[in-house]
Protein backbone atom coordinates (compact mmCIF):
# COMPACT_ATOMS: atom_id res chain seq x y z
CA UNK A 1 0.00 0.00 0.00
CA UNK A 2 1.15 3.78 -0.31
CA UNK A 3 3.17 5.08 2.57
CA UNK A 4 1.36 7.80 4.28
CA UNK A 5 3.02 10.36 5.67
CA UNK A 6 3.00 14.50 6.23
CA UNK A 7 5.29 14.82 3.24
CA UNK A 8 2.86 12.08 0.87
CA UNK A 9 -0.60 12.58 0.76
CA UNK A 10 -3.14 11.18 -1.43
CA UNK A 11 -6.15 12.86 -2.65
CA UNK A 12 -8.85 11.47 -5.26
CA UNK A 13 -11.08 13.38 -7.11
CA UNK A 14 -13.93 12.52 -9.01
CA UNK A 15 -15.37 14.85 -12.12
CA UNK A 16 -19.23 13.97 -13.30
CA UNK A 17 -20.44 14.64 -16.87
CA UNK A 18 -21.58 18.03 -16.46
CA UNK A 19 -18.39 18.74 -14.97
CA UNK A 20 -16.19 17.78 -18.24
CA UNK A 21 -19.40 18.05 -20.33
CA UNK A 22 -18.37 21.21 -22.01
CA UNK A 23 -15.64 23.10 -23.15
CA UNK A 24 -15.87 25.74 -20.56
CA UNK A 25 -16.46 22.83 -18.00
CA UNK A 26 -13.65 21.26 -18.80
CA UNK A 27 -11.72 24.29 -18.48
CA UNK A 28 -13.27 24.64 -15.02
CA UNK A 29 -12.36 20.96 -14.18
CA UNK A 30 -8.79 20.73 -15.42
CA UNK A 31 -8.41 24.33 -13.08
CA UNK A 32 -9.76 22.43 -10.01
CA UNK A 33 -6.37 19.44 -10.82
CA UNK A 34 -4.22 22.34 -11.50
CA UNK A 35 -4.66 24.46 -8.38
CA UNK A 36 -4.99 21.91 -6.10
CA UNK A 37 -2.16 19.31 -7.85
CA UNK A 38 0.92 21.61 -5.32
CA UNK A 39 -1.10 20.55 -2.13
CA UNK A 40 -0.90 16.60 -2.78
CA UNK A 41 2.35 14.79 -3.21
CA UNK A 42 -0.31 12.30 -5.42
CA UNK A 43 -3.48 12.67 -6.61
CA UNK A 44 -5.89 10.46 -8.96
CA UNK A 45 -8.16 11.79 -11.58
CA UNK A 46 -11.62 9.58 -12.18
CA UNK A 47 -13.68 11.22 -15.34
CA UNK A 48 -17.56 10.15 -16.59
CA UNK A 49 -17.97 10.02 -19.96
CA UNK A 50 -19.26 13.40 -21.23
CA UNK A 51 -22.34 14.45 -20.16
CA UNK A 52 -25.29 13.04 -22.36
CA UNK A 53 -22.81 10.56 -24.73
CA UNK A 54 -23.43 7.11 -22.68
CA UNK A 55 -27.35 7.69 -23.16
CA UNK A 56 -25.89 8.07 -26.93
CA UNK A 57 -23.99 5.14 -26.86
CA UNK A 58 -26.37 2.71 -25.44
CA UNK A 59 -29.23 3.92 -27.39
CA UNK A 60 -27.45 3.02 -30.59
CA UNK A 61 -26.95 -0.41 -29.62
CA UNK A 62 -30.34 -1.15 -28.42
CA UNK A 63 -31.40 0.70 -31.72
CA UNK A 64 -29.10 -2.03 -33.39
CA UNK A 65 -30.72 -4.77 -31.59
CA UNK A 66 -33.98 -3.99 -32.96
CA UNK A 67 -32.48 -3.59 -36.72
CA UNK A 68 -32.34 -0.22 -36.59
CA UNK A 69 -28.47 0.90 -37.66
CA UNK A 70 -29.55 4.68 -38.42
CA UNK A 71 -29.03 5.39 -34.54
CA UNK A 72 -25.64 4.27 -33.76
CA UNK A 73 -24.70 5.47 -37.14
CA UNK A 74 -26.10 9.18 -35.87
CA UNK A 75 -24.58 8.41 -32.45
CA UNK A 76 -21.22 7.73 -34.52
CA UNK A 77 -21.38 11.13 -35.59
CA UNK A 78 -22.39 13.25 -32.73
CA UNK A 79 -19.59 11.84 -30.96
CA UNK A 80 -17.24 12.44 -33.04
CA UNK A 81 -18.42 16.02 -33.64
CA UNK A 82 -18.86 16.84 -29.84
CA UNK A 83 -15.04 15.00 -28.99
CA UNK A 84 -13.43 16.83 -31.93
CA UNK A 85 -14.82 20.23 -31.06
CA UNK A 86 -13.58 19.74 -27.82
CA UNK A 87 -9.94 18.76 -28.83
CA UNK A 88 -9.48 21.72 -31.05
CA UNK A 89 -10.61 24.02 -27.70
CA UNK A 90 -7.58 22.68 -25.90
CA UNK A 91 -5.15 21.04 -28.03
CA UNK A 92 -3.30 23.37 -30.47
CA UNK A 93 -0.18 20.96 -30.95
CA UNK A 94 -0.71 19.03 -33.75
CA UNK A 95 1.17 15.85 -32.69
CA UNK A 96 -1.48 15.99 -29.69
CA UNK A 97 -4.47 16.70 -31.61
CA UNK A 98 -3.54 13.74 -33.96
CA UNK A 99 -2.61 11.45 -31.51
CA UNK A 100 -6.16 12.44 -29.50
CA UNK A 101 -7.86 12.01 -32.98
CA UNK A 102 -6.33 8.69 -33.93
CA UNK A 103 -7.46 7.42 -30.10
CA UNK A 104 -10.74 8.95 -30.99
CA UNK A 105 -11.50 6.83 -34.33
CA UNK A 106 -10.49 3.73 -33.04
CA UNK A 107 -12.98 3.82 -29.74
CA UNK A 108 -15.57 5.23 -32.25
CA UNK A 109 -14.89 2.14 -34.27
CA UNK A 110 -15.17 -0.27 -31.54
CA UNK A 111 -18.32 1.40 -31.15
CA UNK A 112 -19.06 0.57 -34.68
CA UNK A 113 -18.15 -3.17 -34.43
CA UNK A 114 -20.35 -3.73 -31.63
CA UNK A 115 -23.37 -2.56 -33.07
CA UNK A 116 -23.05 -4.48 -36.10
CA UNK A 117 -22.43 -7.77 -34.19
CA UNK A 118 -25.52 -6.79 -32.62
CA UNK A 119 -27.20 -5.70 -35.29
CA UNK A 120 -26.64 -9.16 -36.70
CA UNK A 121 -27.46 -11.05 -33.82
CA UNK A 122 -30.50 -9.04 -32.72
CA UNK A 123 -29.68 -8.46 -29.32
CA UNK A 124 -27.79 -6.58 -27.32
CA UNK A 125 -26.89 -8.62 -24.29
CA UNK A 126 -25.65 -7.50 -20.63
CA UNK A 127 -21.85 -7.84 -21.95
CA UNK A 128 -22.24 -6.17 -24.83
CA UNK A 129 -24.09 -3.14 -23.33
CA UNK A 130 -21.06 -3.22 -20.92
CA UNK A 131 -18.25 -3.42 -23.63
CA UNK A 132 -20.33 -0.52 -24.95
CA UNK A 133 -21.29 1.94 -22.30
CA UNK A 134 -17.74 2.52 -21.22
CA UNK A 135 -16.41 3.49 -24.52
CA UNK A 136 -17.78 7.49 -23.25
CA UNK A 137 -15.41 7.05 -20.21
CA UNK A 138 -12.62 6.08 -22.06
CA UNK A 139 -13.20 8.87 -24.71
CA UNK A 140 -13.49 11.37 -22.28
CA UNK A 141 -10.17 10.17 -19.80
CA UNK A 142 -7.97 10.74 -22.91
CA UNK A 143 -9.52 14.30 -24.09
CA UNK A 144 -9.30 15.17 -20.22
CA UNK A 145 -5.48 13.98 -19.89
CA UNK A 146 -4.86 15.59 -23.35
CA UNK A 147 -5.90 18.78 -22.80
CA UNK A 148 -3.90 18.89 -19.38
CA UNK A 149 -1.07 18.24 -21.35
CA UNK A 150 -1.72 20.62 -23.72
CA UNK A 151 -0.91 22.82 -20.06
CA UNK A 152 2.14 21.20 -19.50
CA UNK A 153 1.16 18.93 -16.67
CA UNK A 154 2.08 15.19 -16.44
CA UNK A 155 -0.61 13.04 -16.57
CA UNK A 156 -1.78 10.04 -18.43
CA UNK A 157 -4.72 8.11 -19.68
CA UNK A 158 -5.49 5.04 -17.42
CA UNK A 159 -8.63 2.57 -18.61
CA UNK A 160 -9.99 1.45 -15.32
CA UNK A 161 -10.11 -2.37 -16.54
CA UNK A 162 -6.61 -2.24 -16.43
CA UNK A 163 -6.90 -1.56 -12.37
CA UNK A 164 -10.78 -2.74 -11.10
CA UNK A 165 -11.36 -6.49 -10.77
CA UNK A 166 -14.96 -7.40 -11.07
CA UNK A 167 -17.27 -10.25 -11.26
CA UNK A 168 -19.60 -10.92 -14.64
CA UNK A 169 -22.88 -9.07 -13.00
CA UNK A 170 -22.76 -6.92 -16.39
CA UNK A 171 -24.66 -3.82 -15.54
CA UNK A 172 -24.30 -3.72 -11.69
CA UNK A 173 -20.80 -5.37 -11.25
CA UNK A 174 -19.24 -5.90 -8.01
CA UNK A 175 -15.83 -5.01 -7.02
CA UNK A 176 -13.02 -7.44 -5.92
CA UNK A 177 -10.82 -5.00 -3.71
CA UNK A 178 -8.32 -7.73 -3.07
CA UNK A 179 -7.76 -8.46 -6.90
CA UNK A 180 -8.23 -4.68 -8.01
CA UNK A 181 -5.87 -3.34 -4.83
CA UNK A 182 -2.78 -5.51 -6.56
CA UNK A 183 -3.79 -4.76 -10.54
CA UNK A 184 -4.26 -0.68 -9.20
CA UNK A 185 -0.51 -0.79 -7.04
CA UNK A 186 1.08 -2.58 -9.98
CA UNK A 187 -0.13 -0.10 -12.40
CA UNK A 188 -0.32 3.37 -10.96
CA UNK A 189 3.20 3.15 -8.78
CA UNK A 190 5.26 4.23 -11.72
CA UNK A 191 3.47 6.53 -12.82
CA UNK A 192 3.20 8.06 -9.07
CA UNK A 193 7.06 7.48 -8.69
CA UNK A 194 7.56 9.92 -11.81
CA UNK A 195 4.75 12.24 -10.90
CA UNK A 196 2.59 11.71 -13.31
CA UNK A 197 -1.46 11.77 -12.59
CA UNK A 198 -3.31 9.39 -13.55
CA UNK A 199 -6.81 10.57 -14.99
CA UNK A 200 -8.97 7.42 -14.70
CA UNK A 201 -12.29 6.09 -16.59
CA UNK A 202 -15.42 5.96 -13.90
CA UNK A 203 -17.76 3.64 -14.18
CA UNK A 204 -16.07 0.52 -15.68
CA UNK A 205 -13.97 -2.42 -14.49
CA UNK A 206 -13.13 -5.90 -15.95
CA UNK A 207 -13.55 -9.70 -14.96
CA UNK A 208 -10.52 -11.40 -14.38
CA UNK A 209 -10.29 -12.89 -17.73
CA UNK A 210 -10.50 -9.22 -18.88
CA UNK A 211 -14.13 -8.91 -20.39
CA UNK A 212 -15.27 -5.19 -19.51
CA UNK A 213 -18.16 -4.55 -17.08
CA UNK A 214 -20.07 -1.45 -15.39
CA UNK A 215 -20.49 -1.09 -11.94
CA UNK A 216 -24.01 0.81 -11.89
CA UNK A 217 -25.80 3.45 -10.65
CA UNK A 218 -23.31 5.99 -9.53
CA UNK A 219 -20.19 3.94 -11.35
CA UNK A 220 -18.05 6.76 -11.37
CA UNK A 221 -18.52 7.73 -7.58
CA UNK A 222 -17.94 3.77 -7.29
CA UNK A 223 -14.88 4.05 -9.03
CA UNK A 224 -13.18 7.09 -6.90
CA UNK A 225 -14.42 5.10 -3.56
CA UNK A 226 -12.62 1.83 -4.75
CA UNK A 227 -9.09 3.94 -5.62
CA UNK A 228 -9.85 5.96 -2.49
CA UNK A 229 -9.72 3.20 -0.29
CA UNK A 230 -7.58 0.72 -2.19
CA UNK A 231 -4.85 3.94 -2.50
CA UNK A 232 -5.71 4.87 1.68
CA UNK A 233 -6.41 8.43 -0.02
CA UNK A 234 -6.29 11.14 2.51
CA UNK A 235 -9.64 12.19 0.75
CA UNK A 236 -12.36 11.95 -1.64
CA UNK A 237 -13.73 14.67 -3.60
CA UNK A 238 -16.80 14.12 -5.87
CA UNK A 239 -17.38 16.85 -8.06
CA UNK A 240 -20.07 17.60 -9.36
CA UNK A 241 -22.62 20.96 -10.74
CA UNK A 242 -24.56 21.48 -7.24
CA UNK A 243 -23.16 23.17 -3.88
CA UNK A 244 -22.98 19.46 -2.39
CA UNK A 245 -25.60 17.89 -1.14
CA UNK A 246 -29.16 19.68 -0.82
CA UNK A 247 -31.94 20.17 1.18
CA UNK A 248 -34.44 19.84 -2.09
CA UNK A 249 -34.04 20.77 -5.68
CA UNK A 250 -33.17 24.10 -6.23
CA UNK A 251 -34.54 24.06 -9.24
CA UNK A 252 -38.21 23.67 -7.46
CA UNK A 253 -37.19 24.47 -4.01
CA UNK A 254 -35.13 28.07 -4.60
CA UNK A 255 -34.99 28.58 -0.49
CA UNK A 256 -32.58 24.89 -0.90
CA UNK A 257 -29.55 25.25 0.61
CA UNK A 258 -26.25 23.19 0.66
CA UNK A 259 -25.85 20.91 4.35
CA UNK A 260 -22.45 21.51 4.91
CA UNK A 261 -21.94 18.18 7.00
CA UNK A 262 -23.95 14.25 6.99
CA UNK A 263 -23.29 11.29 8.45
CA UNK A 264 -23.39 7.92 5.85
CA UNK A 265 -27.02 6.63 7.23
CA UNK A 266 -28.56 10.48 7.03
CA UNK A 267 -27.07 9.96 2.86
CA UNK A 268 -28.48 6.61 2.60
CA UNK A 269 -31.79 8.06 4.17
CA UNK A 270 -31.65 10.52 1.24
CA UNK A 271 -31.07 8.36 -1.62
CA UNK A 272 -34.13 6.41 -0.33
CA UNK A 273 -36.63 9.02 -0.33
CA UNK A 274 -34.83 10.10 -3.59
CA UNK A 275 -32.01 11.96 -3.70
CA UNK A 276 -29.72 11.90 -6.39
CA UNK A 277 -26.73 13.72 -5.60
CA UNK A 278 -24.79 10.54 -4.26
CA UNK A 279 -25.80 6.67 -3.67
CA UNK A 280 -24.82 4.87 -0.62
CA UNK A 281 -23.51 1.84 -2.13
CA UNK A 282 -20.92 4.20 -3.84
CA UNK A 283 -19.29 5.83 -0.88
CA UNK A 284 -19.65 3.04 1.60
CA UNK A 285 -15.67 2.06 1.22
CA UNK A 286 -14.69 5.18 1.86
CA UNK A 287 -16.54 5.91 4.34
CA UNK A 288 -15.79 2.47 6.29
CA UNK A 289 -12.55 3.19 5.78
CA UNK A 290 -12.51 6.48 7.29
CA UNK A 291 -11.35 8.62 4.76
CA UNK A 292 -12.95 11.94 4.05
CA UNK A 293 -15.30 12.84 1.52
CA UNK A 294 -16.35 16.28 0.16
CA UNK A 295 -19.25 16.57 -2.76
CA UNK A 296 -18.09 19.84 -3.84
CA UNK A 297 -19.54 22.76 -7.09
CA UNK A 298 -17.30 22.42 -10.39
CA UNK A 299 -18.52 25.53 -11.05
CA UNK A 300 -18.40 27.19 -7.36
CA UNK A 301 -14.91 25.96 -6.22
CA UNK A 302 -13.98 27.99 -3.88
CA UNK A 303 -17.79 26.91 -1.69
CA UNK A 304 -17.27 24.50 1.18
CA UNK A 305 -19.43 21.71 -0.24
CA UNK A 306 -20.85 18.66 2.42
CA UNK A 307 -18.49 16.73 3.96
CA UNK A 308 -19.95 13.37 4.48
CA UNK A 309 -18.29 11.45 7.81
CA UNK A 310 -19.28 7.53 9.51
Known amino acids: MVQKSNAKRMLVMKFGGTSV ?165 NCLQSLFSRGIVPIVTGFIGATPEGIPTTLGRGGSDYSAAILGTILEADEVWIWTDVDGVMTADPRFIPEAHTIPELTFREVAELAYFGAKVLHPKTIRPVVDKGIGLRVCNTFAPEKPGTFVIS
Open 21 to 185: GSAEALAQAMGIVESNRPNWTHMVVVVSALSGATNLLLDGAMQAAQGKPEAYLKAEVALRSRHTAMAEAFLSTGNRQERFRFEMEELISQFSRFCQAITILGEATPRALDAVAGLGERLSARLFASALQERGFATEPIDAFDLIVTDSQYQSAVPDFEASSEKTM
